[in-house]
């Protein structure tokens, strides 16, 4: 069955004082690209987690977030006091120098680069956050999958339903194809024997076979009518398939409006003319939607 490449899912615990939440937004693109956020400290996970997301993932653009927040006493961040001290020293030292009295803004000096610090996990502690992180990834991956695969039942059938209307527009052709070359011969031998009656000339019949052989030759879209047929089944046994089927989908549909264009070339015929433009917007919806489509 298809698969969406839109898609949301999250997950969220606790692990030794640190609440962690997880969110991961999946939209579409013609390839496969991570967008990876990690907060301070946790950036040793980057490579491990874009390995989960591309092992479950094989298009669309994925936008992963991971987020911290301290529970009970533990702290995220610790404050180098060494640091701050050295600045409010000089600080103090450039107030009195210059002559200028007033007091220390504690909480905007905490913003300066190097004041306040990660608290960065030891080995072990790096060991059970990676493993407690990927975890919860597959938990959130999974949401993400079961929205995409709800949403790609729902791509399933409208593809479906336009390429229904393709085949019934298709058998129109097919009908009315077969008599394009008859009613080309009962035309020309009306205009010709009008014509010929005022000069008092006879038809020769050989001429008149040739020029109605060179039409059915130019005008036969009987191989299109094949084709675009074959595309079709072709196009109803991918969407049956697991696995990647978008790019697939998308060649198909390529191919398909190739073929309704050279009919539009070769249509001699009115009603012919006006299902091959109806054919074509149909394929224009179906390559719309296969966008969509992992």
């Given amino acids: 069955m298809l698969n969406s490449m839109t898609g949301y899912g999250e997950a969220a615990d606790e692990l030794e004082g640190v609440s962690y939440a997880i969110e991961i937004k999946a939209v579409n693109n013609r390839y496969l690209k991570t967008i990876i956020k990690l907060p301070e400290g946790t950036a040793f996970l980057e490579d491990e987690i874009d390995k989960e997301l591309r092992r479950h993932l094989s298009r669309g653009t994925i936008n992963y977030v991971l987020r911290l927040k301290a529970i009970a006493d533990h702290a ?15 600080l103090n030292a450039v107030s009195a120098s210059v002559g200028v009295t007033g007091n220390i ?3 905007g000096l905490l913003e300066l680069p190097g004041i306040v610090q990660p608290v960065l996990p030891d080995e072990e502690q790096m060991v ?5 992180v990927l975890r919860l990834t597959a938990k959130a991956l999974d949401k993400l999958e079961r929205m995409r695969e709800a949403e790609g039942t729902f791509l399933d059938a409208d593809l479906k339903k336009h390429c229904e209307a393709i085949h019934t527009e298709l058998e129109t052709i097919r009908q009315c194809s077969g008599s394009v070359t008859q009613d ?9 024997d009008e014509l010929l009656a005022e000069a008092k000339l006879k038809l020769d019949e050989q001429t008149l ?5 060179i039409l059915a030759d130019r005008s036969d879209i009987s191989e299109e009518i094949a084709r675009l047929d ?8 991918i969407c049956q398939t697991d696995g990647q089927a978008g790019r697939r989908l998308d060649f198909l549909s390529q191919e398909m409006l ?15 003319a006006q299902a091959v433009v109806d054919i074509k917007c149909l394929i224009e919806r179906l390559k719309e939607q296969i966008q969509n489509v992992e």
């Fill in 76 to 90: 995220l961040f610790e404050i180098d006091e060494t640091a701050l001290r050295s600045v409010v020293t000089k």
């Fill in 105 to 107: 803004d504690l909480a």
């Fill in 128 to 132: 059970r956050i990676k493993e407690f």
């Fill in 184 to 192: 080309y011969a009962k035309k020309l031998r009306k205009r010709v």
């Fill in 209 to 213: 076979a040739r020029e109605v052989a």
């Fill in 230 to 237: 074959a595309h079709l089944q072709q196009f109803a046994q």
């Fill in 258 to 272: 190739r073929e309704a264009n050279t009919m539009a070339s070769k249509a001699g015929d009115p009603q012919i």
